[in-house]
């Protein structure tokens, strides 16, 4: 499949949210991941968002967050040699 440029708008009031955990949830038809914010020293937490992606979205979604990061952090680990 060809890709696309795809516009996509983002709201004057989008904020971006921290997160501290995340759990995921995986059934045959989706996978939901959920993000919360939880307290430093407490057992208390947030919801901040929950995702829920078909498993073809999901599997996209985990390689390109995995080539992301790799790239990222190995650029950085050969800046400081």
């Not at 499949?1 to 045959?28: H, Y």
């Not at 996978?31 to 020293?41: C, E, H, M």
């Not at 919801?47 to 950085?76: G, M, Y």
């Amino acid at each position: 499949m060809a890709e696309q440029n795809i516009e996509i708008s983002l709201p004057a009031d989008t904020k971006p949210s921290f997160c501290n955990a995340t759990q995921v949830t995986v059934s045959d038809d989706s996978v939901v991941i959920q993000f919360a914010y939880i307290r430093p020293n407490t057992a208390k937490g947030q919801l901040i968002s929950e995702i829920v992606l078909s498993p073809k979205h999901a599997i996209d979604f985990s390689k390109a967050l995995d080539e992301t990061i790799k790239k990222h952090f190995t650029r950085h680990i050969e800046d400081a040699s």
